[in-house]
């Protein structure tokens, strides 16, 4: 859909917003006791204008093409004046084709997040140096993000960003700071762009293409056999699911997709809703209280 638009609006003069996201974040601080709030509107504000402003790919984004983002950072300890730490929320949509609907591309929250931010400084990306973690860790989860609203428009379309987030690992392998190395855990930064680029993942990229541009791009016009579609790609998923069950981004895709996959088959007819709640609960074991709801539903 996004080549086509951008072709269209091309030929008609159209003038394009070449930013990509649609981002709004929220710096809050509970736990913090200090006299020095202002620094954490001062740091939303750069990190609202960061993640907006910056060009992230050489695409040209329509306005209503944008990804909508939400960003939230908990702030749990203040260091010192200008070092955090706290945990890092991020819920990424893209609009369904033809509806005024959006789906959950992303809603992950890394709770290993320390970083250093000095009030008034810009928030600068150098793609050839680990020089600030809040950069890193905002144009990693940027790229993520791009990553998985190219792959659900074009088989692999993602492939150059998620490649983007794995150069930022690898650069930000001697930082002090956790969250980028692979002994530190098997569900961090690290290991969610591994699993994504790694072979045996390839089915789930698959899944997400099917899903969306198959399945939820064609449910305003065709709900029934767009339904069917998304079954297919569901099948897709028991392929990862037996070679690596539980693997982290299997996790973080259905963390996204549990409640709309709800949504979805509470509309089906029964055949259809007993088939894919015996797929779902194999594949997703954690959420099987949730989509027994399918069965139940009218």
């Known amino acids: ?16 917003v070449a930013q990509e996201f649609q981002c709004r974040v929220q710096v809050v601080s509970p736990q913090v006791q200090s006299t020095n709030k202002k620094v954490f509107e001062t ?6 204008e960061f993640m ?16 909508d983002c939400n960003i939230m950072i908990n702030i749990s300890e203040m260091i010192s004046i200008d070092e955090f730490k706290g945990s890092f929320q991020i819920q990424a949509r893209r ?10 591309l992303l809603n992950h929250q890394d709770q ?25 860790v905002l144009a ?70 099917e899903y969306h541009r198959k399945g939820l791009d064609r449910m305003s016009d065709k709900p029934e056999e767009a339904r069917a579609e998304i079954v297919k790609s569901l099948e897709l998923t028991r392929k990862v699911h037996r070679q690596r069950p539980g693997s982290f981004f299997a996790q973080v895709f259905f963390t996204a997709k549990s409640d709309e996959l709800v949504n979805i088959f509470s509309e089906s007819f029964s055949m259809e809703k007993g088939r894919v709640v015996e797929l779902l609960q194999e594949v997703d074991p954690g959420n099987n209280k949730k989509y027994e709801k399918i069965l139940s539903s009218k």
């Not at 859909?1 to 394009?16: A, D, K, Q």
């Not at 740091?43 to 609202?48: E, L, R």
């Not at 609009?95 to 959950?104: G, L």
């Open 1 to 16: 859909m996004r080549y086509v638009i951008v072709v269209l609006c091309l030929l008609l003069g159209v003038n394009l």
């Open 43 to 48: 740091m939303q504000t750069a990190i609202m």
């Open 52 to 67: 907006n402003n910056q060009k992230w790919t050489n695409d040209k984004f329509a306005p209503e093409e944008r990804i």
């Open 95 to 104: 609009p369904v084709y033809d509806s005024n609907y959006y789906t959950v």
């Open 112 to 136: 290993d997040f320390h970083f250093k931010y000095v009030e008034f400084q810009p928030l600068i990306y150098n793609p050839n140096n680990f020089e600030s973690n809040l950069v890193a």
């Open 140 to 209: 990693y989860y940027a790229n993520i993000v791009l990553g998985l609203d190219y792959d659900s428009f074009q088989n692999n379309g993602g492939t150059p960003y998620f490649q983007e987030a794995e150069r930022i690992v690898n650069r930000a392998q001697g930082a002090r700071e956790t969250g980028w190395k692979s002994f530190e855990g098997q569900r961090n930064r690290y290991w969610l762009v591994e699993n994504i680029l790694n072979e045996y993942h390839r089915p789930l990229r698959q899944c997400m293409y």
